[in-house]
C-alpha cells in the first residue's frame, strides 16, 4: 500500500499560480502511476491528469491542458501540480491518487487504487 498527503491549496485571484504537492509514504513511489483528481461542490469527481511512474509521460484532462504542469521527483516520493491561469471553475478540492496500473490505461479509465485525503483550492477575486 501507499499513504498520500496533499498540501498547497488555498485561496488565489483568478490568473495566479499555485503549486500543489503530494508526499508519498509505504510502498516504493516509482512503482506506481500517479495522478490527480478534483471536485467541485455539488460535483462529481473530475479527471485532472496522470503521469507514468517514470514521468517520461503525461495525460491531461482537456480542460486543464496548457494550463496545468504535472510532475513527479521519485527520489523525494513526492507529485505535484503546477496550475498557472487560474480560473473559478478550478475551484475544487483537489485530490493524489495511485496506481500500478499503466498512465495510458489510467487516462481512459480514470481509475485509480490508492486516495489522498485532498486540498482545497479556491479562486476567486
Known amino acids: 500500500q501507499v499513504q498520500l498527503v496533499e498540501s498547497g491549496g488555498g485561496l488565489v485571484q483568478p490568473g495566479e499560480s499555485l503549486r500543489l504537492s503530494c508526499a508519498a509514504s509505504?510502498?516504493?513511489?516509482?512503482?506506481?502511476?500517479m495522478g490527480w483528481f478534483r471536485q467541485a461542490p455539488g460535483k462529481e469527481r473530475e479527471f485532472v491528469g496522470v503521469i507514468s511512474r517514470s514521468g517520461a509521460s503525461t495525460y491531461y484532462a482537456d480542460s486543464v491542458k496548457g494550463r496545468f504542469t504535472i510532475s513527479r521527483d521519485n527520489a523525494k516520493n513526492t507529485l505535484y501540480l503546477q496550475m498557472n491561469a487560474l480560473k473559478p471553475e478550478d475551484t475544487a478540492v483537489y485530490y493524489c491518487?495511485?496506481?500500478?496500473?499503466?498512465?495510458?490505461?489510467?487516462?481512459?479509465?480514470?481509475?485509480?487504487?490508492?486516495w489522498g485525503k485532498g486540498t482545497l483550492v479556491t479562486v476567486s477575486s
Open positions: 491518487a495511485a496506481d500500478s496500473g499503466t498512465a495510458a490505461r489510467i487516462s481512459v479509465t480514470k481509475v485509480m487504487t490508492y
Open positions: 509505504g510502498r516504493p513511489f516509482s512503482s506506481y502511476s
